[in-house]
């Protein structure tokens, strides 16, 4: 698909996949139908599509909590035939250990890896840093704000140290100007750890300042559309938007998108006439 | 807040003075209801003698080994049917059938089976109080969110893993809150035993006061059992605060 997978295999590919799910007695609804992509390693690539797209089955069958109906998906080349621990999730819940204190939080995947205890000590103060928590190791997650919680969940995922981030609309719960500032968290973290990532959103924007390909995804049934390969130079920064490049690439994108959405209205529109 | 305070008071105030206005003055007979100053002079006495304090002792010691029992039993077993459905299964018929049935129901049967001494007593406490251990677990490891035990999982959690420390934790305060609802429910199982069949404990002094026509006796008693009941309360939620701290920050 791009040119830097097709040198080395992709470190995450589906292949052909599709995914049935059975609505009571009528045929069952493909929520993902024949759907191929490949991610380079590390690549930031964004699916980016409306609700209801399947975007979130696709990156649920990434991370192996669901099984493909056909096709497969492959990381390293090998069949994700269960919930992968190398494919870590950020989720947009956060998906916290309300029990757990910060500290308790970023800890957990280093303890079922068995490392020991003055370890994961270390490791955490180090991810706890990076995504500027300190201070806050012994807070409890209700304790912290929406933005500091989807923080510590990138921490805890980061420290499991997984080849691949998948990321399901992280910064969808937050509000506009926190969502900024953790975009800008994400794209130094990522660049400086060259992460691959998989990121979901549904906003041009966000799949803009962050992603280096943007997969437009299709609905009913969920498909790739067209991949973009997104040229604005990195290191990047929310101000990005701003340049005349940005402008040109959000129309190009937005034109694509609304195909879609207009589709979608009308395909509703028609059941709900019908 | 103040005033709020002061309102409390003040109405206890006013109840107690109603009270005694109402027993001194002889708007109501002694025959019917004792004054406020009898009442407490017969606390005085039993507790002088000693009886109060081993009929609280007596009636305690059968709740909490009946409840530690049920809890026990119960416990394990909700958590089991929650993620193991035969057990659900098997088990479920039961609980319908036994739910309805008031813990009174069992003192035929118990008397039969163990005598009126203190295995009866714990026995009913036990049967009056392990059901709704079971139905509260199972309803607390039920609601834990899917999206947690994912999340662990995703982290390289197995499955011993997830139960003991995602499972267990995040229902953990849903166990706990049905202990303190049931602790409740087994202090009136206990004493409805005392009152058929005893000779230690609250219920059966209520029952002696009555025989006696002690009717001062009969309020001391109802008293002590709030004051009990009131004062174990107190101390779970302590429990419950040292037991779960991040549950503080909850909203």
Redesign the interface.
């Known amino acids: 698909m791009g040119a830097a997978s097709a040198l080395s295999t992709p470190i995450l590919a589906a292949e052909h996949v599709t995914k049935l799910y059975p609505v009571g007695r009528r045929a069952p609804v493909a929520a993902v139908r024949d759907l191929s992509m490949e991610v380079a390693e590390g690549e930031f690539v964004c699916l980016l599509g409306a609700s209801g797209c399947g975007k979130t089955t696709m990156l649920n069958m990434f ?1 192996g ?1 669901v099984q493909p109906t056909k096709g497969r998906v492959l990381l390293q080349g090998s069949p994700i035939t269960r ?3 190398r ?3 950020v ?1 947009q ?1 956060y ?1 916290l ?4 204190t910060v500290q308790g939080n970023v800890e ?2 280093l303890k ?2 068995g490392v020991s205890a003055a370890e994961r000590r270390r490791r955490a103060k180090w991810f706890i840093e990076l995504v500027h928590l300190q201070g806050f190791e012994r807070h ?4 912290l704000s929406g933005g500091m919680q989807q923080r510590v969940s990138l921490a ?2 980061l420290a ?1 140290d997984p080849v691949v981030l998948l990321m399901d609309e992280p910064f969808a719960a937050l509000d506009a100007m926190t969502r900024q500032a953790m975009q800008e968290e994400l794209l130094r973290i990522q660049e400086a750890s060259r992460k691959t990532v998989v990121f979901i959103t549904h906003s041009i924007d966000e799949a803009l300042i962050l992603a280096d390909r943007i997969a437009v995804m299709s609905a009913r049934p969920g498909r790739v559309k067209t991949v973009l390969k997104n040229t604005l130079p990195r290191p990047r920064h929310v101000s990005v938007q701003l340049s005349t490049e940005y402008a040109a690439l959000k129309a190009e994108v937005w034109g694509l998108v609304e195909e879609e959405v207009q589709g979608h209205i009308e395909a509703t529109v028609t059941r709900a006439g019908g | 807040m103040l005033a709020r305070v002061c309102l409390r008071i003040g109405s206890v105030a006013a109840f107690l003075l109603l009270w005694h206005v109402a027993t001194t003055w002889g708007w109501v007979s002694g025959v019917f209801l004792p004054s406020p100053a009898e009442v407490v002079a017969q606390a005085i006495a039993l507790i002088r003698d000693g009886e109060l304090w081993s009929s609280i002792l007596v009636s305690s010691g059968r709740v909490f080994a009946g409840f530690a029992l049920a809890g026990v039993v119960a416990v394990p077993l909700g958590i089991v049917m929650a993620v193991w459905w035969p057990a659900k299964a098997i088990v479920d018929p039961f609980i319908s059938l036994l739910r309805p049935l008031p813990s009174i129901t069992w003192i035929p049967l118990t008397i039969l089976w163990l005598g009126i001494g203190e295995e009866q007593k714990v026995a009913i406490v036990f049967l009056g109080s392990w059901i709704y251990i079971l139905v509260y677990t199972l309803a607390a490891v039920t609601r834990v969110d899917p999206v947690l035990v994912r999340a662990a999982r995703n982290l390289g959690a197995g499955d011993v893993a997830v139960m003991t420390q995602v499972i267990l934790p995040a229902a953990l305060p849903g166990i706990i809150s049905g202990l303190k609802i049931t602790l409740a429910i087994s202090w009136s199982c206990v004493l409805s035993a005392e009152l058929v069949a005893a000779q230690s404990g609250l219920g059966a002094l209520i029952w002696q006061g009555k025989d006696w026509g002690n009717l001062a006796l009969v309020l001391v008693g109802m008293v002590c059992i709030s004051i009990t009941v009131l004062v174990t309360d107190a101390i779970v939620a302590r429990l419950e605060r040292i037991l779960l701290p991040w549950e503080r920050h909850r909203r």
Do not use: D, H, L, T
Request: glycine share 8%; proline share 12%.
């Open positions: 991370a909590f919930i992968e621990p494919c870590g999730m989720f819940s998906a250990f309300p029990w757990k957990f995947g079922m890896q409890y997650p209700a304790e805890r995922v499991a």
